[in-house]
C-alpha cells in the first residue's frame, strides 16, 4: 500500500510542477504580449493631452488599423467637433 501512495503521491507533484510551470508561462506570456499595447496606449494618451493643449489643433497620431487605432480617430473626431462648437 505504502508503494501505491508514494507512486500517487509522486504523480500528483509532479501535475502540480506542470500546472504551476504552465501558470507561470501563461503570466511571462501575457506580460509579454501586453507590453507593446501598453506603450502604445501610452503614446495614445500623450497625444490626446498634446492635442488638447493645442486646443485640438495638433490632431492625435494613428497607428495602425486596430481597437487603439479607432480610439485615436475618435479623439480626433471629437476634436473637431469641439473646435467646430468653439467657433
Not at 486646443?55 to 495602425?64: D, I, M, R, S
Request: no cysteine; glycine share 6%.
Amino acid at each position: 500500500d505504502a508503494p501505491l501512495m508514494d507512486a500517487l503521491e509522486g504523480r500528483l507533484r509532479d501535475q502540480l510542477v506542470a500546472i504551476a510551470l504552465l501558470i507561470v508561462s501563461v503570466i511571462v506570456g501575457v506580460v509579454f504580449a501586453a507590453g507593446p499595447l501598453v506603450a502604445r496606449l501610452q503614446r495614445l494618451a500623450l497625444g490626446v493631452r498634446a492635442s488638447a493643449a493645442s486646443h485640438y489643433t495638433q490632431p492625435v497620431a494613428v497607428e495602425g488599423r486596430d481597437e487603439v487605432a479607432s480610439l485615436a480617430s475618435a479623439f480626433n473626431d471629437a476634436g473637431a467637433e469641439i473646435k467646430q462648437q468653439a467657433r
